[in-house]
């Protein structure tokens, strides 16, 4: 039977620009799950258990991906550090382990030759400022390690950064924060503000000299969640060059999480698209960092259903390949990954 034209259109996309994912807890479910015994977690052979396997990333048309190397923050930070070590090496043990599939990459450059290679370019994302413990030292030897960005919260404050559900303080970013900042763009590390309070959204937004990104984030208009992106910051976000990447949390979609659905995801990525504009969009799913996604993308195979139904509301196939990879491998370029 023929494709129709939108599946088509989808396929084709896929092909050329295939999905860079922002924001996918795989190795901290694989530390809660399977305490890190990575040949338990059936990864090869597909486990429903988990919202990630390879099979499912390939027929999602991922290509790369931002692993979490996230820790929760209620950890004090010298124990938050030592966490995220063990995630980034679990990282880079799924490397080792599935070589065919997935490849790290560490940088704009190593990003695209792992695409070109057929690989799934696997980056690494620190979420929280509680994981260097205060220190510009661990969060050089962090870029060096490999991750190429950084939340600069996770759900509570750091002494230097707000977050958007930490207890109410008188700061964004304290004049340590800005440092960090300023530190992150000068060794080529993303500043994340996914999960960071507005005050420190427009703190960063003025401090950073290079593109950032949400990396994980929906709209505030759409939906009033203090997760979410207002608009004032969608604006400013344009100017600075930067991507938000449109997350499927149910809860930060719609009031009605338990019903959450694909035209949830898509009334968040039109408005972002009309307000901050199509060069500044993307996708952050975060699987298997939350229990249950919206229907029809309850696992990583679900993104080409996404892109069809923005298709059928008149999307281009231009539009849709600067969604799922085109305006963050722009972002790793101009922030000098």
Not at 66 to 90: K, M, N, R
């Amino acid at each position: 039977m023929n494709a129709t034209p939108q599946t088509a259109d989808v396929a084709e996309v896929l092909k050329h620009s295939p999905v860079f994912d922002g924001h996918n807890d795989l190795p901290w479910a694989l530390r809660q799950r399977y305490d890190y015994d990575i040949a338990s977690a059936r990864l090869s052979t597909g486990n429903q258990e988990l919202h990630t396997d390879l099979p499912s990333l390939r027929r999602g048309g991922v290509g790369a991906q931002f692993w979490s190397v996230y820790v929760p923050s209620s950890l004090s930070e010298p124990e938050a550090v030592a966490a995220t070590l063990e995630q980034i090496d679990c990282v880079y043990r799924l490397a080792e382990a599935f070589g065919d599939d997935l490849q790290i990459a560490t940088s704009a450059a190593e990003t695209e030759a792992a695409l070109a290679g057929g690989k799934i370019a696997s980056l690494l994302g620190m979420e929280g400022g509680h994981s260097i413990a205060e220190s510009l030292a661990v969060l050089r030897m962090m870029r060096r390690l490999g991750c190429t960005y950084m939340t600069l919260t996770h759900n509570d404050n750091t002494s230097w950064a707000a977050s958007a559900t930490g207890e109410p303080v008188n700061y964004g970013l304290t004049v340590f924060g800005r440092e960090v900042v300023k530190e992150m763009n000068r060794i080529g590390m993303l500043v994340d503000l996914s999960h960071v309070h507005q005050n420190t959204m427009r703190d960063a937004l003025e401090v950073s000299t290079v593109p950032v990104i949400f990396s994980h984030s929906s709209c505030r208009a759409v939906h009033d969640h203090p997760r979410n992106v207002p608009d004032e910051i969608l604006t400013r976000l344009r100017d600075n060059g930067g991507v938000q990447m449109v997350t499927f949390v149910p809860k930060f979609i719609t009031a009605d999480g338990q019903n959450a659905g694909i035209d949830d995801v898509v009334a968040h990525l039109e408005h972002a698209r009309q307000v901050a504009g199509v060069d500044h969009i993307g996708l952050g799913g975060d699987y298997d960092g939350v229990p249950a996604t919206p229907a029809g993308l309850e696992r990583v195979d679900g993104y080409p259903q996404l892109l069809q139904a923005l298709a059928h509301r008149g999307w281009s196939a231009e539009d849709l390949g600067k969604l799922t990879s085109g305006n963050i491998r722009r972002v790793l370029h101009d922030a000098g990954v």
